[in-house]
Nanobody, 120 residues
Framework: QVQLVESGGGLVQPGGSLRLKCVAS????????MNWHRQAPGKQRELVAT???????TYQHSVKGRFTISRDNSKKTVYLQMNSLKPEDTAVYYC??????????????WGQGTQVTVSS
């Protein structure tokens, strides 16, 4: 069974930093794009950052220069370093990955989410 498990969320003051981590496990043959999304209360889920299998990255405009996405393919892990956090960054952050697995072929998988709260 394929799983994506996020960790690293929490409560932080404005201007602070957090590092999110998402680990993929299961019968995975290949990992393509890995993404971080977020969903604030009362809002739609939005894409925050993407990293390709080759390491190319893209960011939502509101986080560019503050957030950094990275991955360790040997550990099947993607990270999101979040600096200079603002109250508007408060949301549940979800990991999402495009995977090729033994049982299901190529498909998208989601983690369960981790809460990030930015407040003084």
């Amino acid at each position: 069974q394929v799983q994506l498990v996020e960790s690293g969320g929490g409560l932080v003051q404005p201007g602070g930093s957090l590092r999110l981590k998402c680990v993929a496990s299961g019968n995975i043959l290949n990992i393509y794009d890995m993404n971080w999304h977020r969903q604030a209360p009362g809002k739609q889920r939005e894409l925050v950052a993407t990293i390709s299998s080759s390491g190319s990255t893209t960011y939502q405009h509101s986080v560019k220069g503050r957030f950094t996405i990275s991955r360790d393919n040997s550990k099947k892990t993607v990270y999101l370093q979040m600096n200079s956090l603002k109250p508007e960054d408060t949301a549940v952050y979800y990991c999402n990955a495009d995977l090729w697995t033994v049982t299901n072929g190529r498909d998208f998988y989601w983690g369960q989410g981790t809460q990030v709260t930015v407040s003084s």
